[in-house]
């Protein structure tokens, strides 16, 4: 079982909706979460790291379930420009220390008019 | 201040020819990371370094080196190339605050091997 899984998608919604993405994660030792967006060819940015009290960036809205093991990102009032690849990160600690982050595949989006 | 950057952005090899990719950061982080990513694989992590003069293995470190000589450049190694390494490498970096971890990251290195 890979350690970050994301539904592939792609979720293909008109603009103006709310669409929602959930992300598991396997390590229960799991310290840091993020949400990056991912343009075609292009690399990785960070949208929201994610909070044990959920947090909301306009928007963005991202929540974690430690006891259920999953981090979600919700996005309302979809736009054109929220067509992207939406990529789930988890990082635990590494022995030693380390902050070794795991991407997730990544879940595709396309908004359309 | 240019954040981490990538060269080259685009090469082709022959199969068993070397090269390096050089990554550099200007915004003093401790941690760098190489990553591959290929379609429907994601980013997969290659080797990372948590500070000047040390390196270690990621998830899928055989035919790669690098080096860390410098605290703002991270080196990854091809010794001989294989078709299989053709890929999109991209470059990140963190700094060492635990919580924060937000990687920045360099805009790929497109290698094709024939």
């Known amino acids: 079982r890979k350690e970050v899984e994301q539904d592939p998608g792609p979720f293909n919604v008109p603009e103006g909706a709310t669409v929602a993405f959930n992300c598991t994660y396997s390590n229960s030792a799991s310290q840091s979460f993020f949400w990056y967006r991912q343009d075609c060819r292009k690399e990785p940015k960070l949208l929201m790291s994610v909070y044990s009290s959920g947090n909301e960036d306009g928007r963005f809205t991202a929540q974690l379930n430690r006891a259920s093991q999953y981090i979600s990102l919700l996005i309302r009032d979809s736009k054109l420009s929220d067509s992207a690849t939406y990529l789930c990160v988890v990082a635990p600690w590494a022995s030693g220390g380390s902050y070794i982050p795991t991407f997730g595949r990544g879940t595709s989006l396309i908004v359309h008019p | 201040n240019a954040g981490v950057t990538q060269t080259p952005k685009f090469r082709v090899l022959k199969t068993g020819q070397s090269m390096t990719l050089l990554c550099a950061q200007d915004?003093?982080?401790?941690?760098m990371y190489w990553y591959r990513q290929d379609p429907g694989m994601g980013l997969r992590l290659i080797h990372y370094?948590?500070?000047?003069?040390?390196?270690a293995k990621g998830e899928v470190p055989d035919g790669y080196n690098v080096s860390r000589l410098k605290k703002q450049n991270f080196l990854l190694g091809l010794e001989s190339a294989a078709p299989s390494q053709t890929s999109v490498y991209f470059c990140a970096s963190s700094s060492w605050d635990r919580g924060t971890g937000e990687q920045y990251f360099g805009p790929g290195t497109r290698l094709t091997v024939t």
């Open positions: 370094s948590v500070g000047e003069g040390t390196t």
């Open positions: 915004m003093n982080h401790e941690y």
